[in-house]
């Protein structure tokens, strides 16, 4: 049987995700803005993955608000506008600065679970 309270947690967390990322945007515009919400995302995410047990607090969290607070495609539109340079430079930066705070997130989850 399907859990009928799933697409509205979900869709409550993409309603949260997405209100942060927005605020995220106000306090740190641009690239750098991005680059917060996706390795603070990463990390959050991480420490989901490794301790939260619930199937719903999993499709709130990952699936509803972390999806929606992390955005692959601004980055890509990001990254291309930058140029050749800074434009590998921020995709090493994100990509760099992601792992670390998923390797951190899992290491905290896993601590705490």
Known sequence: MTDRLVPVLIALGGFFGATARYLVGTVVAG???TLVANVCGSFVLAVAASA???SRA???LATGLL???TTYSTFA???TSL???WGLANVGATYAFGFAAAFLGLAVGRRYS
């Open 52 to 54: 939260v047990r619930s």
């Open 67 to 69: 999806s929606s607070f």
């Open 58 to 60: 999993r499709f709130f």
């Open 83 to 85: 140029g050749p340079t």
């Open 77 to 79: 539109v990001e990254t």
């Open 31 to 33: 690239p750098s803005g």
